[in-house]
């Protein structure tokens, strides 16, 4: 199996709490696959700090539960970020709640206002806004996937 999991955070602790999960898993797949935790930061420009792939481009980058609890310029740079990083044909997987044309379940605008009165940069994101955002950095996005607790999973793939 070519496969290498690269788990990345900006928060140390959250770090921390992974490399003792992966250290800790009796699976020895798990540590054979899975690299420690490394930093990263996202911004309008790509990676504002943390680890720099240098050369490495991938076929698949996964972010779950992100878009929506990070300001925008976070996930403007993941878009950035994939555009440079995966190969042609390369996929993008996105999970977490999203707005469609600008609403969503009751549910999930509570959860929408919680997140925007611990820091009004972070909310549920509009789909649209995020697809035009892909868009925009060479990525299309092919499937849509209704998941439970009214999130979604987004599959994007590099044009």
Known sequence: MNVK???TDPEESSRESINQWIQE???EKVQEYTEPSRSLTLGEDGVMEGTIFGDD????MVCINMIHISPWTSTVGLMRFANEKLIVGGALYCYGPYKVGG???ESNLNFD???KSR???WGLRNLEEVVKLAEENGLRLERKIEMPANNLS????KL
């Open 113 to 115: 206002q919680s997140l």
């Open 57 to 60: 481009f991938f076929q698949l």
């Open 5 to 7: 999991w690269f788990p």
């Open 119 to 121: 820091d009004p940069s």
């Open 103 to 105: 609403t969503a379940v």
């Open 25 to 27: 898993n009796p699976n």
């Open 154 to 157: 987004l599959i994007f793939q």
